[in-house]
């Protein structure tokens, strides 16, 4: 059974999650830890530990105090876990969380990126055993080009070796890549003996043609017929959607353009998935300057626009997050989730023949205060 999970900041600051199971949708307020109230929007997070155990859930935030919070399902029961701030002589992560889940060894690795209040990219690593605080950059590691200057986003990238890149905008608006794959210099292990911590090597793919970066990147890793691929798109200053995409053996700039009769002014989310005749599909979201939600996806072939107008009874009021997956007929499904200005959720999905809004109204006692964060699961 498919499980959907789409979680956001109430207005109350509470943690509150729209779940949806074999009986349908269902709301819970899961409020906060004692002294805790959400300040940022979420980040959650779906692994399997091991094969034959349940899925797990990860969701982080950050607090008021600036602590990190997250919420874990371990697939019995949830758990709140208060991560304090790093050790004197680290800086002190700020605004959104990104986290990620992935498998170079034995057992999952997660890692949660934060954006720091000096324009560092700071980590919270779980290596399967323990947390750890690392600062992925300080004095010589630090990018030339100026600060980190938007929320990371982590994807897993299978190459010629397991990686995790990390994406994000400089101060400057160039588009600045982490690299992590093997221990940090003073640490023992090497890339296959479940190190500790990551070193990194860092990329600067410098400004898009015309433009500089906005808003957070989004980034998919895909393969085309035994041939991985990386892109990633992001919003420009003069509205266009831009894109950076690895294929061949080499990185190439695209600029993708306005959509008709509007601009982008949204971070986007992006989504791949596989059609019935095994081609790969690329689905990109994002808010248009007209208020409309506008769609920019690749049909195995070439791009194409759509814009799907507003929802009804109200508009768009935060960026959307995607998630995908596949009926037990094999049938993909699309659902995309984001806040209206009214406070409602809103959904736009696709069932596998036609799109369709749905609006889940009001969560009980509060309203939707921050964009929401997306997972599918297999339970």
């Not at 680290?90 to 170079?104: I, N, Q, T, Y």
């Not at 400004?207 to 041939?227: E, H, R, S």
């Not at 049938?331 to 959720?345: D, M, Q, S, T």
Request: glycine share 12%; charged share 15%.
């Amino acid at each position: 059974m498919v499980r959907l999970n789409v979680f956001f900041r109430g207005a109350n600051s509470h943690f509150v999650e729209n779940y949806y199971d074999a009986d349908g949708w269902h709301w819970h307020d899961w409020g906060f830890p004692d002294g805790q109230p959400m300040a940022s929007a979420l980040s959650a997070v779906s692994w399997a530990p091991e094969a034959g155990r349940p899925a797990h859930l990860n969701v982080y935030c950050r607090t008021n105090t600036g602590n990190l919070l997250e919420h874990a399902w371990d697939g019995h029961s949830w758990k709140w876990t208060v991560h304090a701030q790093p050790p004197p002589g680290f800086e002190s992560p700020v605004g959104e969380p990104a986290a990620v889940a992935w498998a170079p060894f034995a057992p999952e690795y997660l890692n949660v990126f934060s954006q720091s209040n000096g324009g560092h990219l700071v980590d919270r690593f779980w290596n399967g055993e323990t947390w750890i605080w690392n600062d992925l950059w300080n004095g010589q590691r630090q990018p030339t080009d100026g600060q980190v200057a938007s929320t990371p986003t982590p994807v897993w990238f299978v190459d010629a070796v397991e990686q995790l890149v990390v994406f994000f905008a400089s101060e400057s608006g160039h588009l600045l890549e982490a690299v992590l794959g093997a221990p940090y210099p003073g640490q023992a292990g090497e890339l296959g003996a479940a190190p500790d911590a990551l070193t990194f090597r860092l990329v600067d793919h410098g400004l898009p043609p015309g433009t500089i970066v906005q808003y957070t990147p989004a980034a998919v890793a895909w393969d085309a017929d035994g041939v991985p691929r990386l892109n990633v798109f992001m919003a420009g200053t003069n509205g266009n959607l831009l894109e950076r995409w690895w294929g061949d053996g080499q990185w190439q700039w695209a600029d993708h353009g306005q959509p008709p009769g509007s601009q982008m002014i949204s971070p986007p989310t992006a989504v791949t998935w596989t059609d019935g005749a095994g081609a790969v599909r690329i689905n990109l979201f994002f808010l248009g300057s007209n208020g409309n939600f506008v769609e920019r996806w690749w049909d195995g072939g070439s791009w194409q626009w759509h814009d799907w107008g507003q929802p009804p009874g109200t508009a768009m009021g935060s960026q959307p997050a995607a998630v995908t997956w596949s009926d037990g007929n094999g049938v993909a499904h699309l659902n995309v989730f984001c806040r209206g200005e009214n406070g409602a959720l809103l959904e736009h999905f696709w069932d596998g023949n036609a799109w369709h809004w749905n609006n889940h109204g009001l969560p009980p006692g509060t309203s939707v205060d921050s964009y929401p964060s997306a997972v599918s699961w297999n339970a």
